[in-house]
């Protein structure tokens, strides 16, 4: 498999559903939101995009599978299966706040082999591929060089259902606010993650994401040189809905202090 070539492909993929994306942005109806749940919207536009990149990822890899946020299809390919959000930051994009991203994860016997991100509002299309490092616009990027938390600046998101361990994670917020040069919660955790690998965040975390918000932004972190840990500094971050992404220098005082707030 040539990866690389693979991955120019889906950036192409990727770049004309960005531009519908766009397009509809332009004077969208808030009146075309749908909910899926609490606090959970959805639109059209969601649904048309995951629909473009199927049809386009399709034809890239005929047999590989998909899971993808609204459903439009789910299936599990043999060996092959795209990952994928059409619209991560869709309150976003509702509210007219510019950022909002697509993410697409390709993993190949369970493993990530190919992730990209494109922030679509400032045109950057971060991705990697197995055997190359993480570029941002075709520039190579890597994680900070940051080795204290008082140092940092960290990314979070903040959770619309599910309210259980609100009080919890309010705490950890607390003490983060008091540890680090800032807490920043841009809205789509597919960037979150971009900006992680490239340096401009030293760590993310958050919790009750699914499988599609991380995938690909996962590995870039990971091919950028950084960390991506559950918040007991497993590996399960999918399966178990919580991500620490770190520039692999500040995990120790990052987890010690999750550790005292929400692992209880």
Known sequence: MDYELLCSKVIAVTRLTGNFIRKESIGFDAKAIEF???NDLVSYVDKTAEKQL?????KLLPDAGFTTEEETINSRGAVFNWIIDPLDGTTNFIHGVPTYSIS???YEDDQPVLGVVYEINRGEMFYTYKGGPAFLNNREIQVSERKSLSDCLLATGFPYYQFDKQANYMALLSEMMQKCHGLRRIGSAAVDLAY???GRFDAFFEYNLNAWDVAAGAYLVQQAGGNILNFGGGDEFIEKREILATNAKVDKELLETIDRHFNL
Not at 54 to 58: A, E, M
């Open 104 to 106: 697409i994860a390709l």
């Open 196 to 198: 992680v690998a490239c």
């Open 36 to 38: 899926k749940g609490l």
């Open 54 to 58: 199927v049809r386009n990822l399709s």
